[in-house]
């Protein structure tokens, strides 16, 4: 057998080989009930997973380097606080996969431009970037778990899911 058909047999096991392989790890299926609110304790630092009032899944997370109270601003470092709505999925995050959380409203934005400010925003539920290195309250005011938790979270909820975030 030759050298050049050796490497095409090779080549062409390889692409079998990965393509029986599925979906990459991060993307998993879920075909559980749906997730219909989402809500997150800020003070006992959990986020849990509910199908009506069945609580599904809960984690624990991390949040904004400046934990208590609303996000009122830009830099602020806090997680808002608040009913809101997830707005966009986002697979190709720097933090893993993630979730876009509908901050500012309307009431945001005014109480902010009120104190000559911007409202901020890029608020998700996200996993951990590639150097992480476990510190408590690093984000800039998300909602922080770890990359495999993440994962099931990505799996199980949907654009336009209620989010709400008590203090």
Not at 83 to 104: E, T
Not at 119 to 125: L, V
Request: overall charge positive.
């Amino acid at each position: 057998m030759t050298l050049t058909r050796r490497f095409a047999i090779l080549g062409a096991l390889g692409a079998f080989l990965s393509a029986c392989a599925g979906k990459p790890a991060r993307f998993l299926t879920y075909d559980g009930p749906p997730v219909t609110r989402i809500q997150v304790f800020k003070t006992q630092r959990i986020i849990q997973l509910l199908h009506k009032n069945q609580l599904l899944k809960q984690y624990n997370m991390e949040m904004g380097f400046t934990p208590d109270g609303h996000k009122v601003f830009e830099g602020d470092g806090r997680t808002p606080e608040g009913a809101y709505l997830i707005d966009r999925r986002n697979p190709n995050s720097r933090f893993h996969l993630s979730l876009g959380i509908s901050y500012p409203n309307s009431r945001d934005i005014a109480a902010a431009r009120a104190l000559g400010k911007e409202p901020g925003g890029d608020i998700f539920i996200h996993g951990t970037p590639q150097n992480y290195l476990g510190e408590k309250d690093w984000t800039w005011g998300c909602i922080a778990v770890t990359n495999a938790e993440m994962e099931e979270i990505y799996a199980m909820v949907s654009k336009g899911t209620q989010i709400f975030i008590y203090p």
